[in-house]
């Protein structure tokens, strides 16, 4: 009866080795979707009348936006920053806040050299 034995340990083998497939594609999916932080530099060219006060960052489906990365210092019209941050997503979202308490927001793709110019163009949101 070695003929059945060597089937089943066959069968348990195939299995086995089947699973460790999976498991080790699971671990790659998982590896491939958790992004490295990268380091990111951008530009904002302020060519609007607007005095940009505020500049939040936040991931692009939400709006958890974090610390003010301007450090109270404000993009005067004509003027341009540029800010450097780590980000560990795709794309992130900018938001500025004007003079007024209004608020212009851009989402961008990450790239190591990523710029936003504000023009008059952009419609504000001031809560009404």
Aim: charged share 15%; net charge negative.
């Amino acid at each position: 009866m070695k003929i059945p034995n060597t089937i089943l340990n066959l069968r348990n083998a195939i299995s086995l080795t089947l699973l460790a497939a999976v498991i080790c594609c699971m671990g790659t999916v998982f590896v491939l979707y958790a992004a490295p932080s990268q380091g990111v530099e951008l530009r904002v060219v302020n060519d609007s009348t607007r005095e940009i006060r505020y500049l939040y960052l936040s991931p692009a489906e939400n709006d958890n936006w974090g610390a003010d990365q301007l450090n109270e210092s404000a993009i005067s019209p004509g003027g341009t920053r540029t800010i450097n941050f780590t980000w560990d997503q795709s794309s992130v979202k900018l938001v500025g806040e004007d003079q007024d308490g209004c608020f212009l927001s851009a989402t961008l793709n990450v790239s190591s050299n990523m710029q936003w110019t504000i023009t008059n163009e952009a419609q504000p949101n001031c809560g009404n």
